[in-house]
């Protein structure tokens, strides 16, 4: 059932960044967007007790899919880091932003 809830969460982030790109810039887009899997991850931690009584195991499978949202928008990140050294354009938005997706699973690894 993580499938479900990863393509959930990965659905919610490509609406949410067309949206931004559509209203300002592509790097605020992805920058807003980083934060998402930040702010789930918070939120699981926070109802944690109560989405173990709703969800049951599911719980357990939320938060693999918000880790698994991390690792794969911190790979997005890191892809267009590159992408803006190559054009030797600023890279400190990017790089920011690849650190904020990438949050969540280091926060994991270490607590």
Known sequence: MI???FSLVIVLIAIAYMLLARACNKKVAHFCVSAIPI???ILVIM???YLERVLGDE???????VLLTSVSLGLVGVVLT??????RESRVGFLMATL??????M???IL
């Open 100 to 105: 904020l997706a990438y949050l969540p699973f």
């Open 47 to 49: 109802f944690g007790n």
């Open 82 to 87: 590159v992408g803006a050294f190559r054009r």
């Open 3 to 5: 499938g479900l809830w």
């Open 39 to 41: 702010a789930l991850y």
């Open 107 to 109: 926060l994991n690894l």
């Open 59 to 65: 719980a357990l499978g939320l938060m693999l899919a």
